[in-house]
């Protein structure tokens, strides 16, 4: 089919079809007796199986796949592509990641008459490849996707929470990965995180909202907004605090935000640090974890005279750096070890390390939390790593990984 060929056939379609139309192909090309795509929603817990434009009924919740134990989950963690007959020994189920830079999309999932061979799992997996793209490119022009994404109903504040975060929640480059992860408590608590990444920095962002509902979403707004226009326009981590601190006391009736700013430069590693009320950053090195002890200033509207400092963090390569806000500390959360689930987990991507310590949260909460939870999951590969293997077609094959796995 050729990436060519499959980009071209997906923006003929209308945005909503256009899933479909790379389906169809797939089928006719391989002989597959069906091939269907699978979104992961907001949670990263689970998949959504997104059929035909015709039979998407909005009003509906999405059904949900727990991933968890399923072959889907294996896929999504390793970034390979797997292959499983089925019980009739005729039918062969094929698998794909369905990634960009990171970010766990979703999966694409076909049904062949036989084994596919070598050339055929390339060409599915440089599809799957192609699919990420034209979910970013056509997720603005249509709710389908987002729909396929709630797997039960927002409120009003989680709405406007889930829209302050980055489109994609995990990011790769060659001297760095970076995921986060949020779970709002039943009354949404205010919680975003941010990343960016410009020519020669990576700059993070994670905040905290006083109060609850839909005040602390809109309370959220303004320190997201402050901190993203501040940025925007080439102001330092300084500026960026204080401007947000400007829009709390002016906008932010009485009201205050905590939160931290990291800057990284991609050209000598060196790390700044503002710290607003926030609670500290952990460390993971050399399989130890450690609580930086960095100076803390006043939250963004705190009505008491005060200026942001600049400090400097020490990471070095094959460094994890977490930053959490006080949902993943607090009530429930407080009797989980989480340096030690930060240790458990650091042979995982980014991605599944956030993933797998939301789930322990939301599991030591019985399901039910009473303020947000979030964590944003830094690792640090060097600056003297200048690109990254982004070819997954090598691994689609069955061929042996290469040294920089490519998720």
């Not at 056939?9 to 139309?21: F, Y």
């Not at 460390?283 to 009505?303: A, C, N, Q, T, Y």
Request: charged content about 20%.
């Amino acid at each position: 089919m050729g990436l060519a060929g499959v980009l071209a056939a997906a923006e003929t379609a209308a945005p909503v079809e256009s899933l479909d139309v790379v389906a169809r192909m797939l089928k006719e090309r391989l002989d597959a007796t069906m091939v269907s795509f699978l979104i992961t929603d907001f949670t990263g817990g689970s998949v959504v199986r997104l059929g035909a434009a015709g039979s998407v009924e909005t009003g509906e919740p999405a059904r949900r796949i727990d991933l968890p134990g399923t072959l889907y989950d294996e896929v999504i963690r390793t970034q390979q592509s797997t292959t499983e007959t089925k019980d009739d020994g005729r039918t062969v189920r094929v698998v794909a990641p369905v990634t960009n830079r990171g970010d766990a999309i979703g999966l694409l999932e076909l049904f062949l008459p036989a084994a596919p061979d070598a050339a055929a799992m390339r060409e599915i997996g440089e599809t799957a490849h192609a699919l990420a793209y034209i979910v970013i490119a056509n997720r603005s022009f249509t709710d389908v996707y987002q729909w396929g994404r709630r797997t039960s109903p927002l409120s009003l504040a989680a709405e406007i929470q889930h829209r302050l975060l980055p489109d994609s929640l995990a990011c790769e480059a060659a001297q760095f990965a970076v995921a986060g992860a949020l779970e709002p408590a039943d009354l949404v608590g205010g919680d975003t995180f941010d990343y960016v990444i410009d020519r020669d920095t990576v700059q993070l962002s994670v905040t905290d909202a006083m109060g609850h509902d839909v005040d602390a979403a809109l309370l959220a707004t303004l320190a997201v907004g402050a901190l993203r226009r501040a940025r925007r326009a080439g102001a330092g981590l300084v500026e960026q605090a204080g401007q947000a601190h400007r829009a709390m006391l002016e906008h932010g009736r009485h009201k205050y935000v905590t939160g931290q700013l990291l800057r990284i430069s991609l050209v000598d590693g060196r790390v700044e640090f503002v710290n607003a009320g926030h609670p500290w950053p952990l460390r993971l090195r050399h399989g130890k974890v450690e609580e930086l002890s960095v100076h803390i200033d006043m939250p963004f509207g705190f009505h008491f005279p005060h200026s942001y400092r600049v400090q400097h963090l020490d990471l070095q390569p094959g460094d994890r750096l977490i930053m959490v806000t006080d949902g993943m500390l607090e009530r429930g959360a407080s009797g989980m070890d989480l340096n030690s689930l930060i240790e458990r987990t650091s042979d995982l991507h980014p991605r599944e390390a956030a993933r797998t310590m939301i789930a322990q949260v939301i599991a030591s909460n019985d399901g039910h939390l009473q303020d947000d939870a979030t964590i944003m999951c830094l690792d640090w590969h060097g600056v003297r790593h200048s690109e990254r293997h982004a070819d997954t077609g090598a691994d689609l094959t069955g061929a042996s990984p290469s040294p920089t796995p490519p998720f």
